[in-house]
């Protein structure tokens, strides 16, 4: 098998090779096409991480620390014990040794959320940290001793306040290994000096993920090969993660995770997988554990509470002279998601001078982590309520002011966009909303004892690609084509998109093309997340099929019509039912699959791609963009809020799906509008636990707090993005629950800077 890296030059740097499918129409390329995996979801036979049966399985409950810092005095587990069915009690007295699980971002392949010791002394971290893992020959019995467990501490002062951790002080936020901070010019100085500004502060709450799965495992031990059915996002980090905790080679743990039921940043390496592991260590069986909510809300991190201060000076045509967007994040000692909620300030608006700033504030509590967009997505709602704050003191439409504002290059960083057609998608919007029926003053719409308003806001994304993207590709003589990469699928569509991308390049039918994913025994370190996954593989497929024409010209092409050809003079093409390559621009010259395999004398071949460095993000702006639109209804005598409308108008380079795409847009708006209206976690500042760890409590938009949410898109290629595509899974929770902001100020004329809006703050 040809193994193939590239080296520069890069297709997608200037002066490299252009990427056809990033320009170039073909049928398959944004077609609606249906999820190739929906079929077996809907009939059921989608095996989810908690629906492998082992022999002689066990089933695990976690028991939960009821402070939020201090020790373990006591632990009392022999009720529990002695209850029926019961296998064991772990706690840290028998729990093996385990390092810690690597953070995040700390190595190219760790998965932890934090990456404190798990079960290995008597210390508690957070309110709601598992203590002890009861282990039963059925989930009711190990719920039912885990009610027996005794625990009594030695409490520990603790900050769980937010005045009380502002007050020990901030620090600079870092993220990504870069300081959250960008000074251009005096933009107090110019704030000050502005004829026009507006300088506010905006708040955000905790929030949680509630992906409908809850989070769950199936392990098993063979000897020293870890086996384990995983709901995450990342099998590869997942994989060598646990290898460091167990101190094992990675090739010794094998993570698959077929289906998963939704992520959004939530689905990576907690203390249940590493319990789980070490319980089944301990037992000598198979383990399944399935968090119970409540136990997600204990055991995962969510969102981070923000405050955010956004000063926007104008002079008196509306243009920017200074940009301020600073504030505070809280976070744990042992975390690095500080939410940078600079990020769209930094490539969204030129102005004279910036001063955009993130502290962190530390908190005893779950280490918070990444969520559906961190910072863009409260950022966003900060800066693009400020600038429907300012237009409105401008008397000038909103989209006006941003329209006054467009940089043409990125304002902070002075590099060129890739591609940016924010007002296109804007222009594109405001008609098919009728922004023109919007009236600029509020509270001048009423309809009976409804108050109703329009508003916008901008949603933005940056495009990743991370570094470690790679595939591998089998083609077969009858024309299949087997793609494996360590990628996931999370209901987002991306076995058949790049089904549909791979078909495309080699002129094959859609359904010759087999995605297999989820395997950490598959090429590549491949994130569901940062919405660059399509980014990472679809580059990767680009190596790889470079390496497969090249092995089919070199070893099947002597003699034939491409005799001499270069991989790059070469496209996959199809003749009726025959596929096979053509030279570029001269289907004449054609030879088919089965053909060069037979001259090659293989029955298949075999290749395998590793995607460059993201080289592209050095020279481009790379941003995905777009404009949400809103019609929101207030009641006058009550303060509900209802959002009627929603339009989602996108900048997001070439959309490789139409029914995939449109299935992100709208979820990542629903997202953005329980932002808005309804999702709060609560958390009791006196002990810091968590008060809402329910879906009873803690609200989400159910089918009827949505309305109809149109989606629409500019479908402008990327040149600078594999197949002209930039990230398009987490925009649309962006901009969303500014736009809904903008929306109700418009209807009533209240300005609610502090989420979620809920009636009392409209009465
Ligand atoms: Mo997303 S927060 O990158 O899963």
Redesign the pocket.
Known sequence: MQKAVEAAPDAFIPGGMPDPLAGEAHELIGAPVSRVDGARKVRGEAPFAAEFALDAMTYAALVHSTIPKGRIATLDTAAAEAAPGVVLVMTHRNAPPMKPVPMFLSKPKAAGGDNLPVFQDDTVHWNGQPVALVLAETQEQADHARSLVRVAYHEEPAVTSLAEAMARGTEDAVFQGEPLNVEIGDAEAALAAAPHRVDAVYRTPRLNHNAIELHAATVAWHGNELRIHDAT?AVAHTAWSLAQVFGLRESQVHVTSPFVGG????KALWQHQVLAAAAAKLAGRPVRIVLSREGVYRTVGGRTLTEQRVALGADNEGRFTALIHTGTAVMTAHNNMPEPFIMPARSLYSAGSFRLDVQAAKMDMLANT?????GESVGSFALESAIDELAGQLDIDPIGLRRRNEPDRDPTKGTPFSSRHLLDAYRMGAERFGWKERHDRPRMRREGEWLVGMGCATATYPYYRMPGGAARITLTRDGAVRVEVAAHEMGMGTATVQAQLVAARLGVPLENVTVAYGDSAFPGVV?????QQTASIGRAVVVALRALFTDLLRLGGAGTLLDGLHFDEVRGHRRGQETGLCKAGDPARFETYAALLARAGRAEMRVEGQAPPPLELQHWSMHSTGAIFCEARVNAVTGEPRVTRLLGSFDCGRILNAKTAASQFRGGMIMGLGMALMEETQFDERNGRVMNPSLSDYHVPAHLDVPHIDVMWTDIPDPHAPAGARGI??IGITGTAAAVANAIHNACGIRVRELPITLDKLL
């Open positions: 996002q992520g959004f940043g939530g990444f969520m559906r967009a961190p994130l569901a997340g940062g919405s899974g987490e």
